[in-house]
């Protein structure tokens, strides 16, 4: 590269010459930094337009003299720290991303179950007289598999009883959950061989699945896809409100519990989608209402969970604005979510504080919308959070989201109270709200996928249309079909019964005790407690026995529940034939009256029937501000239950209100000793209900001895002191200091009759 010599002139006028030397170096494009000699470096007529533009400093605006070309070192070097191209980022490299990245956690704890289970099954075969080799690893296991291995390995699953640790497995019942593993080993072969499974293989393996099914009696019909409308919800809904069979921490969970199955049923999402929903994820405005009249109160969120490997990544909105008249308040997404909102006063406006200052605010200067901001440290609250006892006291986690497997329970509770046959589950919202979508005529086939989250609606043909068809016999003999009675013989609600059981009889539990099992893992259980008797120092003894304990607790427990889901399922085809014979012959008593008192005996507080009494009312009058201040109520009303404590989950089974047909039933060793134990209600009415020295009204409260709250049963009594006064340290009623909440507990059972 040839330069010019140009003459340069320095502050005083006179004139150098610069040195020839070339500015660039050709190897690395980088500028040669000045020798030893302080040799200035020229400026070349071919130096890049960006070099150029730096080096042309701007005069001083003080002084304005211009730089000193002694800078043009430092100038570089900002010009090459600007405009420097980044090194290759070796501490990244595509192996230290985890191949399930961005998966399901439940579809990674599915995958790393047969992972384990696969080296497992490696382990076995290993230890066999002249073992292979290729056992001593399971991928290079994987990499040899034949056929055949893996048929054998299929068949191992199916016997497993026990995990590693020594836990129960849950076991195979349905075809679909051995297709499962099948799918998840198929991904795990893919993975270690880096080659998908030869058709060949995969065909054979299906082939003695198919046997293996057959041989093991696996039920191959999938669950029904029974789908919930919204005639099903709102009495639920009510139930969950009203009833006092099941009690909770905070009456706030009741609030939120009624507000996810809202949210379920109009927006037609997975359970994590709406448990994931935090106050940022809310959009609350007012709206132009475009027919005349006064703002329209609007409710938008988009959920982020979303399965990616579905296809679709893209995030949904939903708008919900307030229908005034609406189906019932206990199912009006604007009451319940507002309820939270004021309860934790999350609006950002400090006079934005009840129902009465929303109504007033209006549209000002022909806009559409007025936002009604959240608060930004709110943003991270979740509108499902977490409530846990700490200290002795309920308190709502709210950057904490409720767990999936808690929702599933709540749900499951309530199901049996309200009568439903079967379970009431989150993806039944997916069932009816889809199939709704697709006879709507309002929703296309590619707005309905995009809604559910589908790539192509082979996933909605195959799992979300529902299989029991109606309306056949009219369209054949054209006819229009009764659309009413279509949803009325499809819905879950059919099947309701309230008088369903959910407890087991003594009878029932003494058939329990009778099975040869349990029999046989209880008389082990004697033999190692006479053993023990005799070596009562041998610690590997000891061991034998807790865990003998503990295995016949869990098979007592596991009969039961199979004992009460069949005496459920055969309800209603027992009862018919008693109804059926009451109603004909008059030869069957109704026990509804017994029932009824059953249900009386839990006693409803104040705040509950306030709650109540406001979410269940109608319209009365046609007027806008009637039913604005009906609403109002409600939502008064729900702000003030949301801390209430309730006290807590009930334990154990309801009173009986007479004695079983079958109480003359002898019962083993084990129970008998338990049912002397359990009389706790009985001892405390006949110990305090004579001189009512704790409680103001002896006849029909009970109250605590510790700070005099009152409750109307025993049960009331016992949750409130587990949960508040387990850490005191004295018994204010005795005026008596103890060391240890053991000792506080043996006193309130021993003095007061407390059992806790």
Same mark, same amino acid.
């Given at each position: 590269?040839? =330069?010019?010599?140009?003459?340069? @002139?320095?502050?005083?006028? @006179?004139?150098?010459? +610069? +040195? =020839? /030397?070339?500015p660039i170096d050709t190897d690395n494009d980088r500028p040669f930094e000045p020798d030893s000699s302080g040799t200035d470096l020229t400026e070349p007529e071919c130096s890049s337009p960006a070099a150029q533009k730096i080096n042309r400093k701007k005069s001083s605006p003080s002084t304005g003299t211009q730089p000193s070309e002694a800078d043009s070192p430092g100038v570089e070097r900002i010009h090459r720290a600007r405009y420097q191209v980044p090194d290759d980022d070796t501490d990244e490299d595509l192996a230290q991303v985890p191949e399930d990245y961005g998966r399901s956690n439940d579809t990674k704890k599915l995958k790393h179950r047969l992972k384990e289970r696969w080296a497992w099954f490696c382990q076995v075969k290993a230890r066999e007289p002249s073992a292979d080799?290729? *056992?001593?690893?399971?991928?290079?296991?994987?990499?040899?598999?034949?056929?055949?291995?893996?048929?054998?390995?299929?068949? *191992? =699953? &199916?016997?497993?009883?026990?995990?590693?640790?020594?836990?129960r497995q849950k076991g195979y019942k349905k075809a679909s959950a051995l297709d499962a593993d099948w799918k998840y080993f198929r991904i795990y072969y893919t993975r270690v061989t880096k080659h998908e499974m030869s058709k060949e293989m995969g065909e054979a393996v299906r082939t003695g699945m198919r046997y293996l099914i057959d041989k093991r009696g696996l039920e191959k019909q999938p669950r029904a896809n029974v789908p919930v409308y919204i005639e099903d919800m709102v009495p639920f809904n009510e139930t969950i409100l009203s009833t006092r069979e099941k009690r909770f921490y905070l009456g706030f969970q009741r609030i939120i519990l009624c507000l996810y199955n809202t949210i379920g049923l109009f927006t037609i999402n997975r359970k994590h989608a709406i448990l994931d929903l935090q106050f940022k994820h809310l959009q609350l405005s007012l709206q132009q209402d475009p027919h005349g009249g006064p703002p329209v109160l609007t409710i938008e969120f988009q959920p982020?969970?979303?399965?990616? @490997?579905?296809?679709? +990544?893209?995030?949904?909105?939903?708008?919900?604005?307030?229908? @005034?008249?609406g189906v019932s308040l206990v199912f009006s997404p604007h009451v319940l979510l507002l309820i939270i909102l004021f309860y934790v006063q999350a609006f950002e406006a400090p006079h934005l504080t009840s129902m009465e200052d929303l109504r007033r605010l209006l549209i000002e200067g022909g806009r559409q919308e007025m936002p009604l901001p959240l608060k930004k440290d709110m943003d991270n609250y979740y509108v499902f959070p977490r409530v846990q006892v700490i200290d002795?006291?309920? =308190?709502?986690? *709210?950057?904490?989201?409720?767990?999936?497997?808690?929702?599933?329970?709540? &749900?499951?509770?309530?199901?049996?109270?309200?009568?439903?046959?079967?379970?009431?589950?989150?993806?039944?919202?997916r069932y009816g709200g889809g199939n709704l979508l697709d006879k709507s005529g309002f929703v296309s086939e590619a707005q309905r996928n995009v809604i559910m989250n589908h790539a /192509?609606?082979?996933?909605?043909?195959?799992?979300?249309r529902p299989r029991r068809h109606t309306g056949l016999q009219e369209i054949m003999c054209g006819l229009n079909p009764d659309e009413e009675f279509s949803r009325a013989v499809t819905r879950m609600s059919r099947w309701i019964d309230r008088r369903r059981p959910r407890y087991l009889s003594d009878s029932d539990r003494a058939s329990v005790e009778k099975d040869p099992e349990l029999q046989s893992a209880m008389r082990w259980q004697y033999e190692l407690e006479s053993q023990c008797g005799d070596r009562p120092h041998d610690p590997a003894l000891r061991a034998m026995l807790e865990d003998q304990k503990r295995q016949v607790h869990n098979l007592r427990r596991r009969l039961q529940d199979k004992r009460r889901k069949e005496i459920r399922r055969d309800f209603s085809r027992k009862q018919a034939v008693t109804d059926i014979e009451r109603q004909l012959t008059g030869g069957a008593v109704s026990d509804d009256p017994a029932r009824e008192v059953l249900r009386k005996e839990f006693a409803m507080p104040s705040e509950q029937i306030l709650l109540v009494e406001t979410f269940f009312t109608w319209p009365i009058t046609d007027s806008l501000e009637d039913e604005w201040t009906r609403r109002n109520k409600a939502v008064a009303a729900g702000i003030k239950y949301c801390g209430f404590q309730e006290g807590g989950p009930l334990r154990g089974r309801p009173k009986r209100s007479a004695r079983c047909d079958n109480d003359d039933v002898v019962l083993p060793p084990s129970t008998r000793k338990k049912k002397t134990k359990t009389q706790p209600t009985a001892l405390w009415e006949k110990e305090h209900t004579s001189g009512g020295k704790h409680i103001p009204n002896a006849e029909q409260t009970f109250g605590c001895f510790q700070c005099s709250k009152t409750y109307s049963?025993?049960?009331?009594?016992?949750?409130?002191?587990?949960? +508040?006064?387990?850490?005191?340290r004295k018994c204010d009623f005795c005026n008596l200091s103890v060391l240890h909440e053991m000792? &506080?507990?043996?006193?309130?059972?021993?003095v007061h009759g407390l059992r806790t």
């Open positions: 590269m040839h =330069c010019r010599r140009r003459p340069n @002139v320095n502050n005083h006028g @006179v004139t150098s010459e +610069s +040195s =020839c /030397t070339s080799l290729k *056992w001593g690893n399971a991928e290079d296991a994987l990499r040899e598999a034949s056929p055949n291995d893996m048929h054998r390995f299929l068949n *191992w =699953c &199916l016997k497993l009883e026990y995990s590693p640790d020594g836990r982020e969970f979303v399965k990616s @490997v579905l296809g679709m +990544s893209k995030l949904n909105t939903f708008t919900l604005p307030e229908v @005034v008249y002795g006291q309920p =308190c709502i986690l *709210w950057e904490t989201p409720m767990s999936g497997s808690a929702l599933d329970a709540q &749900l499951r509770t309530f199901s049996e109270i309200h009568g439903f046959l079967n379970h009431f589950f989150s993806h039944q919202f /192509t609606s082979s996933t909605f043909i195959k799992h979300y049963d025993y049960n009331g009594v016992k949750r409130h002191f587990r949960t +508040s006064h387990l850490k005191d000792h &506080l507990r043996r006193h309130a059972g021993d």
